[in-house]
């Protein structure tokens, strides 16, 4: 398979098939699950296709043990490795190995040879094609693509400096998305370890009831705190606090599918998100409208998945539509993230729910309604508020810069890919805005 733009490549740019510019090409393996040693305490990453979201991946869900790789397919795979995932809902998806890691058989590992090309460089151009790859998957139920399609793809390829100033940039773009990334999950590390020591271990309370100044906490904060506990059916919580549903501090509504004929990819209508699929880190990225939307959820609200995997969430940052896989909670008292840490805090309870459908596991609107959680008292929620608020704005801010970055890079690739754009015309501004 050639580029489409075959006239557009640049003297001194040439086509070769990936295999060409790859020490080797390969799969993983996933060790047999009946042997549960070779999944604990294992020393090597095991990247998973969902794993791949078109960025360096520095660690895995799961991890492997030597002897699971010794007595399977499995194989460890220097850093810099390019993986592309091959099957179902995931094919295309691409990563690259920060260190030597494992993957499952579902995926294409490429280890490119650096004498003949910028590793860097193949990702890019594999994100660039990725649409004609998705063109080209067969298989009737799902997508597949196969280790020859990828070794025979052709691909065009410039002299190796001008290979790695192009990686240079797209990277440079890609590498400061990452480092928000990275800020963001350290501030929500932050804002939910707070929240458990207030609301789940209830720190200060125990100290209080022990005499006890709360660490790390101002006089006037530690006195919204009560020194005694009381029992509910939650067990003990803090005197005071009450034992309530979701519905009694919430306002839920539930996603319902409009027509798939309502559905665009131009950006027309609000944006939809029929489950969890767009999920992002905090917030859903937006890939499908939807120009008659049933139901609506508003900034801000959390968005909860209804069905597998039951419990996980994202927050609105915007008005958009939800289908039936999604539910959009808002406190009817403005309490700023409060919500979206309790429901953080409460992630593993909503696991009973996984096997309530026929097919997939699903929560109703009952469900989450009827949802037991205790409630601290209105003042306690906004000194949360007070701490938590401008990690979370902050977050938001990250977010948003990414995402202008994302659309950068998103704009460049394609001619950066081409040779319809040099280097040396994009280096300048694209370092200042990285």
């Known amino acids: 398979m050639r580029s489409d733009r075959v006239d557009a490549v640049p003297a001194g740019w040439g ?61 460890v795979l220097p850093a810099n490795t390019v993986l592309l995932a091959l099957y179902g809902a995931t094919a295309g998806q691409l990563g690259i190995l920060r260190r030597p890691m494992t993957c499952n058989q579902a995926c294409c590992a490429m280890v490119v040879d650096t004498t003949m090309a910028d590793y860097r460089y193949l990702f890019y151009q594999l994100l660039h094609h990725r649409s004609q790859l998705k063109r080209l998957a067969s298989g009737a139920a799902q997508q597949n693509l196969s280790g020859q399609l990828i070794r025979s793809l052709e691909l065009p390829f410039p ?63 530690a006195a919204l705190f009560p020194d005694s506990f009381e029992e509910s059916r939650l067990g003990a919580i803090p005197r005071g606090w009450t034992e309530g549903t979701l519905v009694g501090i919430c306002s839920i509504t539930m996603g319902q599918s409009p027509p798939g004929s309502t559905y665009n990819e131009d950006g027309d209508g609000l944006p939809f998100y029929q489950g969890n699929r767009d999920f992002g880190f905090r917030f859903p990225a937006r890939r499908i409208w939807c120009t008659q939307p049933s139901r609506l959820a508003q900034a801000g609200d959390v968005l909860l998945s209804v069905r597998a995997p039951v419990g996980d969430l994202n927050v609105a940052s915007e008005e958009c539509a939800i289908g039936r896989g999604l539910a959009a909670l808002r406190l009817r008292e403005e309490h700023g993230s409060f919500l979206y840490y309790l429901l953080k805090a409460t992630s593993g309870t909503w696991e009973v729910f996984e096997g309530e459908g026929t097919v997939f596991g699903a929560a109703t609107k009952q469900d989450v309604a009827e949802f037991v959680v205790s409630v601290p008292p209105s003042t306690m929620r906004c000194a949360f508020n007070r701490i938590v608020g401008p990690m979370d704005d902050h977050v938001a801010l990250n977010e948003a810069e990414s995402r202008t970055l994302a659309a950068i890079r998103d704009a460049l690739l394609p001619k950066l890919m081409s040779g319809e754009v040099r280097v040396r015309d994009v280096e300048p501004a694209v370092g200042g805005a990285a």
């Open 159 to 221: 002299p190796l400096v001008e290979q790695r100033a192009i990686a240079r940039v797209l990277g440079s773009l890609d590498g400061k998305i990452e480092l928000n990334r990275r800020m963001n999950e350290t501030l929500e590390a932050m804002a939910q370890a707070i929240f458990k020591s207030w609301f789940v271990d209830f720190d200060p309370v125990r100290a209080k009831a022990e005499g006890r100044q709360p660490e790390g906490m101002d006089a006037a904060t």
């Open 15 to 75: 086509f070769r098939p990936v295999a060409a510019v790859c020490e080797r090409i390969t799969s993983g393996g996933t060790p047999s699950r009946a042997i549960r040693e070779y999944y604990t305490a294992g020393e090597w990453p095991w990247v998973k296709t969902q794993e791949l979201q078109d960025c360096w991946i520095a660690d895995t869900e799961e991890h492997i043990n030597e002897a699971a790789v010794e007595q399977s397919s499995a194989k």
